[in-house]
């Protein structure tokens, strides 16, 4: 399915999930309706942040996290994992780099929607990557 997307649409699509991190690193909270749709589900349970539901509660909860924010998102290996019509799921990772100097890496799991203003980001899932290999060396430790 995701072969056949039009280039734009696939530009479109790595345009907003890069935006992304420059408007939070930039504190441009007033503009994340260039990248989410108002009924954004934004899941950060995984990492101990909780579900936003909604724009305003994105834009809360970043302001609530204040300093424990990250100074830099970088979002890289961008797959689109399936797309039908004006609906797109996408896989990307991310770096996150704290202002004490350290970096964790968390995939994307993303649904974009696409309607008059472009591609945007209605459902997003962040999963921290703890393990190597995904935890599968774990399963095979007595296989040397």
Do not use: C
Not at 23 to 51: C, K, M
Not at 113 to 137: C, E, F, M, N
């Amino acid at each position: 399915m995701a072969r056949d997307m039009s280039i734009e649409d696939r530009q479109a699509i790595d345009r907003t999930l890069a935006l992304q991190g420059h408007l939070f690193d930039r504190g441009e909270l007033d503009r994340l309706e260039e990248i989410f749709t108002p009924e954004i589900v934004y899941d950060l349970s995984d990492v101990g942040a909780g579900t936003f539901e909604g724009l305003e509660a994105i834009r809360s909860g970043a302001l609530r996290l204040g300093a424990g924010n990250p100074v830099a998102h970088h979002v890289t290996n961008t797959v689109i994992t399936s797309h039908q019509d004006d609906l797109a799921t996408v896989q990307s990772k991310g770096l996150i780099i704290m202002a004490d100097g350290s970096v964790s890496s968390v995939t994307h799991f993303d649904t974009l929607r696409r309607d008059d203003s472009g591609w945007r980001i209605s459902r997003r899932v962040i999963r921290a990557q703890r393990t190597p290999l995904g935890g599968l060396h774990l399963t095979h430790a007595g296989e040397r």
